[in-house]
């Protein structure tokens, strides 16, 4: 007796093993680039994304009281770079090109990034902050808290949030910065006239 439960509980290991196969580390990267964003999410993206290779003029539309206004620069921003992962809007004040305002599609989650760079294209010190989308966004606005590597980056304590907002008729994009819940910062473009 004792036996015959030894083989059947080896053969049960045995068919357990023959079982369906586990990803490799390459399947697992696969797997995560194709993971999909939420509906909303993904709307959003084909939003910004059907903007591509044009430029719009915008300006400070508020900056908070104590905060340097930017107001006297010229706004412009650039959809240069719309890929199914991804969409890339260069953000120009007035000579100063060293902006660039990534939306990633990133582990199924959408996340906001701002690449800074010095005229030679080195990374500034200062780069690639941002965050995740909080998933309360919709296909014409989306929130994104500070994520972990912004918090030490910046040495945050501001809870920093940034929204990104696009009316329904596709008329004005707005860029928002957010500190503890009040807009510190903003700029509209205007998407009817293109540059």
Known sequence: MKHTFIFVFALAIAFTACGPATQTGEQEAEATLTAVLSPEEQAFLD??????????????TYMAPGRDSWGHLDFVMHVTECEEDHVYIPFHLSEDTSRTW????????????HDHRYPDGTPEENTLYG???DG?????????????????????????????VMDEAMTNFSYQLQYHGEI???ADFDLTNPL
Request: aromatic content about 14%; hydrophobic content about 40%.
């Open 184 to 186: 510190v910062f903003q």
């Open 47 to 60: 939003n910004l994304a059907s903007l591509c290779g044009q430029s719009f003029r915008g300006q400070e």
């Open 136 to 164: 309360t966004g919709t296909a014409f606005r989306q929130h994104f808290p500070a994520d972990d590597y912004t918090i030490e980056l910046l040495v945050d304590t501001l809870g920093r949030q940034w929204n990104v």
């Open 131 to 133: 965050g995740y989308s």
């Open 102 to 113: 990534m939306f990633i599609v990133e582990n199924g989650r959408l996340r906001f990034r």
